[in-house]
């Protein structure tokens, strides 16, 4: 099995207000590829609540094997949640290991 493990920085917003929304859109959008993809075995998504740490989002997800999760990254429903993302994203950092 494989663990895919992603943190996402979102850039300065004008408001808290506009900062939470757009979280929720990502959370939903992440959350709602579970019934989309179907190599995708689990996925949880957290919002930071911690504002002394950098990064805004956790992303955990598993799949039985590396092809799999490439399968996942190259999925039309994935790559549109990506987008949303990247329109926001300051910076990523992500692991990938066998458990």
Do not use: W
Request: charged share 30%.
């Amino acid at each position: 099995m494989i663990k895919h493990i992603v943190l996402f920085q979102l850039k300065p917003f004008e408001s808290k207000e506009t900062k939470d929304a757009k979280l929720a859109e990502i959370k939903s959008g992440l959350l709602g590829l579970k019934e989309k993809v179907s190599v995708l075995k689990s996925i949880e998504v957290g919002l930071n609540t911690n504002q002394a740490e950098q990064f805004d989002i956790a992303l955990t997800t598993t799949f039985d094997s590396m092809e799999d999760l490439e399968t996942y990254a190259k999925h039309p429903d994935h790559v549109a949640v990506g987008k949303i993302v990247r329109e926001v994203l300051e910076a990523r950092s992500c692991v990938d290991y066998e458990f």
